[in-house]
Antibody
Framework: QVQLQESGPGLVKPSETLSLTCSVS??????????WAWIRQPPGKGLEWIGT???????SYNPSLRSRVTISVDTSKNQFSLNLRSVTAADTAVYYC??????????????WGQGTLVTVSS | SYVLTQPPSVSVAPGQTARITCGGS??????VHWYQQRPGQAPVVVVY???DRPSGIPERFSGSNSGNTATLTISRVEAGDEADYYC?????????FGGGTKLTVL
C-alpha cells in the first residue's frame, strides 16, 4: 500500500515562501496511472484543494491560489513539492499530500498523508 | 465557480440511519466522493464514484446521487462513526470540497 509523508518547516514568516515536500514510499510518482495532489485545511475549517501534478510535471492549480503556487515533481527522489509564495496568516493550515485514486481527473483522493501543520507568524 | 453545500451538523442515535446531503447544481451529472475525517486524522474515502465503497469500508456506508443532491447514508450508526464528513467533486476549474458535516452520535 503506497504511503505518503509530508515534511517541511512548521513555522513560516509572513510574506515568505512556504515549502513542503511529500515523500512517496511503497509506490512511485513516476507512474502514468496517478496524479498527485496538495490539499489544505485551516484550523477548525474545511478542506481546500491546492493543486495536482502528473509525473511529467504538468500541473493544475486552484484558481484562487494560482498566482502564488507552484507544485513540482522529482521522480529521482520519488517526491513532489509545494511552494506557496507571499504567505499570510490566512495560509495557516494543515497541509496534506494525496494521490488520486485513478488517472481520471474526476477520481477521488486516496491515500492521504498524515498532514503537517504550517503556521504563518512572525 | 462550482459550490457544494452541506449541512453543518447531523445528529443521530446509535443504531439509527444518518443521511448527509451534498447539494450542487446538476451534481447528479458528476462523480461524488465522500470522506470521513476523525479528529486529528487525515480524511479517508468511504464512498467514491457516487456509491462505491473501498475495501475495508463497512457496507453500512452507501451513497446516492441524483439531480441537485448527493447523499451519504450510514446505516446502523455506531459511536465510532462520529466524525466530519466531506463531499468532493471535480469541476473544470479543479477539485471542489463541500464545507463538511459534523456527525454527532447521541
Amino acid at each position: 500500500q503506497v504511503q505518503l509523508q509530508e515534511s517541511g518547516p512548521g513555522l513560516v514568516k509572513p510574506s515568505e515562501t512556504l515549502s513542503l515536500t511529500c515523500s512517496v514510499s511503497r509506490g512511485s510518482v513516476y507512474s502514468s496511472s496517478y496524479y498527485w495532489a496538495w490539499i489544505r485545511q485551516p484550523p477548525g475549517k474545511g478542506l481546500e484543494w491546492i493543486g495536482t501534478i502528473y509525473y511529467t510535471g504538468s500541473a493544475s492549480y486552484n484558481p484562487s491560489l494560482r498566482s502564488r503556487v507552484t507544485i513540482s515533481v522529482d521522480t529521482s527522489k520519488n517526491q513532489f513539492s509545494l511552494n506557496l509564495r507571499s504567505v499570510t496568516a490566512a495560509d495557516t493550515a494543515v497541509y496534506y499530500c494525496a494521490r488520486r485514486g485513478t488517472i481520471a481527473p474526476q477520481s477521488w483522493f486516496d491515500p492521504w498523508g498524515q498532514g503537517t501543520l504550517v503556521t504563518v507568524s512572525s | 465557480s462550482y459550490v457544494l453545500t452541506q449541512p453543518p451538523s447531523v445528529s443521530v442515535a446509535p443504531g439509527q440511519t444518518a443521511r448527509i446531503t451534498c447539494g450542487g447544481s446538476n451534481i447528479g451529472r458528476k462523480s461524488v466522493h465522500w470522506y470521513q475525517q476523525r479528529p486529528g486524522q487525515a480524511p479517508v474515502v468511504v464512498v467514491y464514484d457516487d456509491n462505491d465503497r473501498p475495501s475495508g469500508i463497512p457496507e453500512r456506508f452507501s451513497g446516492s446521487n441524483s439531480g441537485n443532491t448527493a447523499t451519504l447514508t450510514i446505516s446502523r450508526v455506531e459511536a465510532g462513526d462520529e466524525a466530519d464528513y466531506y463531499c468532493q467533486v471535480w469541476d473544470n476549474s479543479g477539485d471542489i470540497f463541500g464545507g463538511g458535516t459534523k456527525l454527532t452520535v447521541l
